[in-house]
């Protein structure tokens, strides 16, 4: 008899693309995915043995993952992705745009290329990349999901971070507009706004013990989220279970958008 925990199949022959896979909210993403039926391409821009991880720990679970170097901000590289995932895995389903970068500085220091790095990751790589995946759908007439791991900040303020924002809520404005064009082909496309999610992208703040103790108090649940937290949302809204869903942003936050009080 197996000893094998029986695993849930709600992505049983589907393959997922997942941004930014080598950590983070993109790595315990992919292992979701994977754990839940899907064949996973696993992306990473400068972390090979990050992805490694990531695919070891889908194998080991029994899983199927390909590990593909791809910065999303250019161009050719987000075709290769589609392109990979068509090659070696057959279909591709399911695009998770989880790739981001932050930078924090005040609006009169941001640089050019700072501004540049992050509206080019954040916003320009997941137009293009949905792009090259939704060609292939359109031409094949297959239905599929797009699902962008935008932010809290797609929505609510962030002081010292406008190109964030500006790339977050650009991404809100793309998956609606998306949702609009592309149901008639049954692909359907939403966002997912995490909150504070204990992470590499917000590792200095997270380490800076003031700063965590004021964010935490923002917080009702009273916890920073995990990744686990953000993956078992986009798991469902990955699957069939998810089809009539389309054009909205789902918040994994503990509360922290709608936190404000009054002393
Ligand atoms: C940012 C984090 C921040 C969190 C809550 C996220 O989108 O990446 O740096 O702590 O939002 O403000």
Redesign the pocket.
Known sequence: MSTQPSQPTRLKDKVAIVTGSSSGIGQAIAIRLASEGASVVVDFRSHPEGAEETRSKIESAGGKAIVVQADVSKIADTQNLVDQAYAQLHRCDILINNAGV?KNAPFCDVTEADYDQVLDVNLKGAFFLTQAFVRKLKAAHLPGRVLNIS???EDMV?PNFSSYCASKGGMRMLMRNLAVELGPFGITVNNIA???ISTP??KS?LEDKPKLNA?LANIPLGRLGTTDDVAALTAFLASDEAAYITGSTYVVDGG?LRNYHEQ
Do not use: C
């Open positions: 932050e932010s809290v900040h962030f995490p909150g504070a992208i917000n703040l964010l922290l």
